[in-house]
């Protein structure tokens, strides 16, 4: 450390706590260890007696904590996420617009490994809105060598960013509610309500639809149909289980869709059924989709929304995690539903 005028030491690190009491009404560190003089703080310096200064000396190749903090939140956001100013060391970082939350975990986990640096985050794959925080990063150090840094660049050379959030697109949308009891007008259909809201999230709304008895030529048609008239998602409810009368999967099965998943692990919604017909995704949704407020359908609806192909693998992920707790309250996204 070496000792510098105060006047002459904006924009260096101060090398220790300086404390000021105002009588009666403060005492306390007035600046700390570490902060970055700036021209507005040298008349407060000089009314508590500071005329010099112990200033920290930065080599060549380190970076005080604030630079490196601005230099990883660089590094590691991507598109549609920003990062804050720093405070004591740390950046936030943030959703600049709603979407899809994407985490590059494997990525994460390398740069963590590196010692002194840290990146906190909330998982991905969930639906973030725009200002929400989603992590913070900060080295431990006040200062750290350069190279740590660029160890953190070479990890995401041609590979990151860690973070992005994609918007999430207008898809026009097909409803195809079964059951011969809502066609038969014998009850009222909730199932389609139940849809239309939680498309309504991603500000999606349903373009085509219809109500068909359980009759597995009809449903096979109605999708068919609707494909051919530019559904770009297919959306099939009820019939998902084993009763005689369920014709669903069977139905969805028989237009040539790739079945990806039919029995997801999750609880609830076990009796989902996960499809592309060509390109277009369709969703065959059992009974607790209408009736419960969070299910599988939650968990795989935001990334169809932001234009992501769900592979088989991602969804027999979702086990671990993929248990609802059904709580009182339900806070969805913020819980363990769906993290994997
Ligand atoms: N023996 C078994 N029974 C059930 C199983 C099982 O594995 N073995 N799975 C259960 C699970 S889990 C679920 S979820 C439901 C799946 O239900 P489905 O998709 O087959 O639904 P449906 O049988 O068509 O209807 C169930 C129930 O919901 C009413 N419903 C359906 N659609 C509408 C609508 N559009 N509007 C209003 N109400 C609707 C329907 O009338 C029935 O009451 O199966 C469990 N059973
Ligand atoms: O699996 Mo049902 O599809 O959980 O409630």
Known sequence: MKVVETEKAVGMVLGHDITEIVPGEFKGAAFKKGHVIKQEDIERLLRIGKEHLYIFELKEDELHEDEAAVALGNLICGKGVYFTGTKEGKVNIVAEQKGLLKVNRDLLDDINDIEDICIATIQGDRIIDEEVLIGGCRV????????????????????????????????????????????????????????????????????????????????????????????????V????????????????KSTGANIVSYGTPILPGAMLLFAYLDDVPVFGLPGCVMFNAT??????????????????????????????LNCKVCLFPNCHFGKC
């Open 140 to 235: 431990i150090p006040l200062v750290i060598k350069k190279e740590k840094i660029q160890a953190v660049e070479q990890i995401l050379k041609n590979k990151g960013p860690v973070f992005e959030v994609k918007p999430f697109r207008t898809l026009r949308t097909a409803l195809i509610v079964t059951g011969s009891e809502v066609y038969k007008g014998r009850i009222e259909d909730k199932f389609g309500p139940v849809i239309e809201k939680k498309l309504a999230q991603f500000g999606n709304e349903v373009s085509l639809r219809t109500i068909l008895p359980d009759d597995l030529e009809a449903i096979k048609s109605a999708v068919l149909d609707f494909k051919s008239k530019g559904a770009e998602l297919i959306i």
């Open 237 to 252: 409810t009820g019939g998902m289980s084993v009763d005689p009368d369920d014709k669903t999967p069977g139905a969805i």
């Open 295 to 324: 299910t599988a359908f939650d968990l795989l609806l935001p990334r169809v929304m932001a234009g992501e192909k769900v592979i088989r693998r991602e969804i027999t992920r979702l086990g671990y995690g993929g248990q609802c």
